[in-house]
């Protein structure tokens, strides 16, 4: 009898746990950076390690809300999972970025040392409205939301949120 390999796939997607909700307050303290910007481009690569793939955004920065060191007019920003050498990974837990998306993103540094959004995606924002509007508001993609579903919510609401109120925030 000549035995053949089984593979399984387990989905973890219809019954994780909704990841913590972290306040706004605890995604900005715990953020090395936070940038207003637009996405200018993406690449995937291997992790230093060479374990997981990574799909890696570059920025193009406008604003620089928090930043330890002196600044680039870009930044890279990371998300687990991609495709490179033929070989696919992902995570349940990455946020999509688009190419020209303006975004917002509270970034903080993974132990693989790239850039990522905090709390798992929650600190990215897309940015909608007209530069120069006082009504421009940030978004969570609907990945985000769908993440958070059934989590714990802080009293304050960030979804939908005034940019320039969202600036007076993180400048305090």
């Not at 406008?62 to 490179?84: F, H, M, N, Q």
């Not at 940030?138 to 949120?161: C, F, I, K, Q, Y």
Request: net charge negative; glycine share 10%.
């Amino acid at each position: 009898m000549r035995w053949l390999p089984v593979f399984v796939w387990i989905s973890t997607a219809c019954c994780a746990t909704p990841a913590p909700r972290l306040s706004l307050a605890e995604m900005a303290l715990g953020s090395e950076y936070i940038v207003e910007g637009s996405v200018l481009g993406s690449w995937t690569g291997w992790d230093p390690m060479h374990q997981f793939v990574w799909t890696h955004y570059e920025l193009s920065v406008t604003e620089w809300l928090k930043a330890p060191t002196p600044v680039e007019r870009t930044i890279t920003v990371s998300e687990p999972g991609g495709t490179s050498g033929g070989i696919t990974t992902r995570s349940n837990e990455a946020i999509p970025y688009s190419l020209g998306e303006q975004v917002i993103v509270l970034a903080w540094r993974t132990p693989e040392g790239f850039l990522r959004a905090a709390g798992n995606g929650q600190g990215k924002f897309t940015v909608t409205g007209f530069a120069g509007s006082r009504d421009r508001r940030l978004h969570w993609s609907p990945h985000t939301v769908d993440m958070l579903r059934g989590a714990h919510a802080p009293d304050e609401l960030l979804d939908g949120m005034r940019l320039d109120e969202f600036e007076i925030y993180v400048r305090s």
